[in-house]
């Protein structure tokens, strides 16, 4: 048998056992990892670290600490190794995900906030959403929709930025008026914007 024939047998058996798995309610798993790229937004942290925001005015500093680093990653792509998924509840994906947890200081209020990196099970790069002083991004925002120039922050390349127009305030907690933020992928968060002010990182 030559190699294409062979070829098309293999990929005839997988199409098989694919069948018989979705349709025989086999046991399986879907996952899909991140990339060495996708990991690289969570290189900048570690637990402990702390974080002081200046205001253009410098009359003003806001203080964040990385109270909690997780990263949760198939180790293979297997879908018969049911690492990260409950079959025996209907669950049968993996989407590796990760996050940041900060607590967060402005004007004597402490705030929750997060990063969180999330990768679907297709071959698309991983998503971010946000949580920054009680304002929460609206859609995830792709990793691959990166801006390499911002005029106020010349000299970080490869930065997400999330504008007022994706931000929603949440309730029943102190929320400073966010306007957008600004994160690098190699620093972390390097700035945000009030209605009044705008922030950058000074440590």
Known sequence: MNNRNLSRVWTALMLAILLAVSSCGLPYCKKEPFSDNDLDWMKPYSVGDTLVFANSENVEFDTLI???KTI?????KNIFDLEGCNWMEGDNEYKANAEYQFEAYHSGERYKCLFILEKNCNSEPAVVSLALFGRYT????STSNIVKDLTIFPQYKWNIVVPDSNLYSG???PVLPIT??????EVGLIGYKTSQSLYKLIK
Do not use: F, L
């Open 66 to 68: 990385v109270t909690k």
């Open 171 to 173: 309730i029943h907690q």
């Open 138 to 141: 609206k859609k995830n925002i």
């Open 180 to 185: 957008g933020i600004y994160w690098n992928r």
């Open 72 to 76: 949760n990653n198939p180790s293979n």
